[in-house]
């Protein structure tokens, strides 16, 4: 691609994502719809100004890493502690119940138990990037529903090394395949942690101390990205969630005194990254699967949106939450979660999916992503008070 074709294809995806956003935004439903609509507009089943979807997805999702971050700084341990009933307590439930029940569902068109167990497993999982966006949007991170939804999207994030366990296990692969590769995660998975908890806490202080105090600012943002991806990367490396990395190295950074220049240094490049995320989601909608399976592919979307709020919402009400605050976290947390992409891929390399059934998963869970912000603002108008 040369300069200009390059040029060309940027200037046309900045001006249909500033009209797509504009329009959006206008009809009260976020920034997110817009950018999902840019997606499918310029990516392979439109424009096609953008073929690499994947690529473009997984650079992405250093947005997703920077917005986990960002949310990090803002809370400290104290806190997250605070909130260990809403993780493993609601967050496990909320799993365990609404994978098996997806599960039963599945199993009515899918032959294989296990293909028909990865799928509803899979798809209990809710989009950390999707829900975390909107709350920030809406100032909703501090209410009752908007804590207990992070709490609900970290146990999410640490069910990702059982689930990807799971799947060696529930193939024709032999058994002490599985335990051996679940062994060697778990190790990984440690030294990951405690990786993560030293240089937080010990080393990438001291650094930012001293070089705030010699002033070389230049050094002190590198740092701070070395910190960001170092954690990320630690994290992918032992097969858990990226953003839960950022999400660690943040809450153990969210005591330093220089808290505001950290945070600084990483909110411009996590609104770019971030939207080029939500871009390439729009851009994984394979209109040709969409015309084909579209309606079916739809239909299954209501069905498991319906599933899952029907059981968030009583699940969030058997742990305590107030009617209103159990059906906004119902109707945020319904979709299906950009970690699908990683377990359903698994689930065809292994056999358990066929790669039409991939297509078709991933249509799922895009549509359920476009469909997210109009049951936000469906909230907005039943349930009483004002809007968060």
């Not at 689930?163 to 051996?180: F, N, Y």
């Amino acid at each position: 691609m040369h300069l200009d074709q390059i040029l060309l294809a940027l200037f046309i995806l900045l001006s249909v994502a500033a009209l797509a956003i504009a329009l959006s935004t206008y009809l009260g439903l976020g920034s997110i719809l817009g950018l999902l609509a840019t997606g499918l507009i310029v990516g392979p089943s439109g424009l096609a100004i953008a073929q690499r979807v994947t690529d473009l997805r997984h650079l992405g999702e250093l947005g997703v890493v920077l917005l986990l971050f960002i949310i990090g700084l803002e809370m400290r341990p104290e806190k997250v502690w605070s909130l260990r009933r809403v993780v493993f307590g609601l967050g496990s439930f909320q799993v365990v119940v609404t994978g098996l029940s997806i599960a039963a569902y599945a199993s009515l068109s899918i032959e294989s138990w296990e293909g028909a167990l990865i799928l509803g497993l899979g798809l209990a999982l809710s989009s950390t990037a999707f829900v975390v966006q909107i709350l920030k949007e809406r100032g909703a991170m501090e209410t009752e529903y908007g804590t207990t939804s992070l709490g609900i999207l970290l146990l999410q994030d640490l069910a990702v090394v059982p689930l990807l366990a799971l799947v060696p296990l529930l193939s024709d692969q032999p058994e002490t395949v599985g335990r051996a590769t679940f062994a060697i995660r778990l190790a990984r998975v440690v030294a990951a942690l405690g990786g993560v908890a030293v240089f937080g806490r010990l080393v990438a202080p001291w650094l930012l101390d001293r070089l705030a105090r010699l002033g070389n600012r230049e050094v002190f943002n590198t740092v701070v990205f070395i910190a960001v991806i170092g954690a990320a990367l630690a994290m992918e490396l032992a097969g858990l969630s990226m953003a839960l990395g950022a999400f660690l190295m943040g809450m153990l950074l969210s005591g330093s005194p220089y808290r505001d220049q950290i945070e600084a240094v990483v909110l411009p490049f996590k609104g770019v990254m971030l939207s080029l995320f939500f871009v390439s989601v729009g851009m994984s909608i394979d209109v040709g699967v969409l015309v084909s399976a579209g309606p079916i592919v739809a239909a299954h979307m209501l069905v498991l949106v319906t599933i899952k709020a029907v059981l968030l919402f009583g699940l969030c009400c058997l742990f305590g939450l107030t009617r209103a605050s159990a059906l906004r976290v119902a109707l945020l947390l319904p979709q299906g979660g950009e970690f699908g992409f990683v377990l359903f891929g698994a689930a065809v390399t292994s056999g358990l999916m066929t790669a039409y059934g991939f297509m078709c998963a991933v249509l799922l869970i895009s549509m359920s992503m476009l469909a997210t912000p109009l049951l936000v603002r469906l909230g907005d108008r039943i349930i009483p008070g004002p809007r968060p």
